[in-house]
């Protein structure tokens, strides 16, 4: 009988010092909060800048849908426009046909559809190895870029056109100057990082670090590894088309471009510039990779690729780690001050 209590209180601790654990890795850091006031301090600091700065959001959420595959599943992708295309068509036709006029309920319609799309063919990625998956994915994007192509209501070569988007809930008309589009576009970033941040600091998503790290005992402590891979393939697919139907909602128009090869080139190019597994990595890389892009465009337009490039082969041959140290005492400091001004907040409430 002691023993058994024992062994029930040992449990119970474990359970404890689990939950605790959970906590401490959901709790908000003070740079996080710092980090989104920052980005909601730029609706008003920078006015003009608004049509850019709806671009980086919307490069950021798809950003971070690769970075739920790459970074915590470990599932690399080399065509993932395929979900961001599919969703932006999808919301461009829904509009065009006036299917659905409203543009969030729009939006969370083309996200659905796009979340069945990455259901059907996660079964395709779960078969062979990483090799495997990196062709088929590419494959799939070809394939649906090569539809978008020769069908009729998809405008072909030349794009859909017509679209024109009602106002948001019925109250926000979006405006030339980029206005509403980033204030809208901006909150449903930071709605769906919420959820993301939910997912990843659940046991769903330290099981999927589990298996990222090493399959074969995730699966012999009983993980279903297959159906965890389906699952988060399926939400980062609606993520990424969701990201498409932004993008399509905003400028009211939607390409072959959004399927393009270059497209999924962009997004893993951001993933490495700003770092994986950890969300904000595709956020900060979006930030840096846009605005980067902007300035070489404006000082080479001929050449920006090239340094861009460049920059990436830097990275790669120096290493992030010994990039990130040189920055390691300014963010020591930073999170000193803050978490000294957070304590000064909570003490004074």
Do not use: C
């Not at 959901?26 to 920078?46: G, K, M, Q, T, V």
């Not at 659940?202 to 993980?223: D, E, T, V």
């Not at 951001?270 to 300035?295: E, H, R």
Request: proline share 2%; glycine share 10%; net charge positive.
């Amino acid at each position: 009988m002691m023993a058994a209590e024992e062994s029930g209180d040992a449990s119970r601790t474990l359970v404890a010092q689990a939950n605790a654990a959970l906590a401490a890795r959901a709790r908000w850091s003070p740079l996080e909060i710092a980090f989104w006031l920052a980005a909601a301090a730029s609706i008003f600091l920078f006015p003009t800048k608004h049509l850019i700065l709806t671009e980086i959001a919307i490069l950021g959420l798809f950003a971070l849908s690769l970075d739920l595959l790459l970074g915590y599943a470990g599932i690399v992708s080399l065509g993932h426009a395929a979900f961001f295309g599919f969703g932006a068509y999808a919301a461009g036709l829904l509009a065009k046909y006036h299917v659905v006029n409203e543009p969030v309920l729009a939006l969370l319609a083309s996200g659905i559809a796009t979340m069945l799309l990455g259901f059907v063919t996660s079964f395709l990625v779960l078969r062979g190895s990483d090799l495997t998956r990196l062709m088929v994915t590419l494959g799939v994007a070809l394939v649906l870029r090569e539809i978008a192509n020769r069908l009729e209501i998809t405008g072909g070569a030349d794009g859909l056109q017509g679209i024109v988007m009602d106002p948001i809930l019925g109250r926000f008309s979006f405006d030339i100057y980029g206005h509403v589009a980033y204030v809208y576009s901006l909150i449903m970033l930071f709605a769906l990082f919420l959820v993301a941040r939910r997912i990843v600091n659940s046991p769903f998503g330290l099981s999927l670090r589990s298996l990222k790290g090493n399959p074969l005992r995730a699966a012999a402590i009983g993980i279903h590894v297959n159906g965890r891979l389906v699952a988060i393939y399926t939400i980062a697919a609606g993520y990424a088309g969701i990201a498409g139907a932004l993008l399509t909602q905003t400028t009211q128009f939607a390409s072959l471009s959004v399927l393009d090869f270059e497209r999924s080139a962009d997004v893993l190019l951001i993933l490495i510039i700003g770092g994986t597994g950890y969300l904000y990595g595709g956020l900060i890389g979006a930030v840096l990779f846009k605005l980067m892009q902007d300035w070489l465009a404006n000082l080479t337009p001929q050449y920006w690729q090239f340094w861009i490039g460049l920059i990436l082969v830097i990275i790669v041959l120096v290493g992030r780690d010994r990039i990130t140290r040189t920055t390691d005492p300014i963010r020591a400091l930073v999170q000193r001050a803050t978490d000294r001004v957070w304590s000064g907040v909570r003490g004074s409430g």
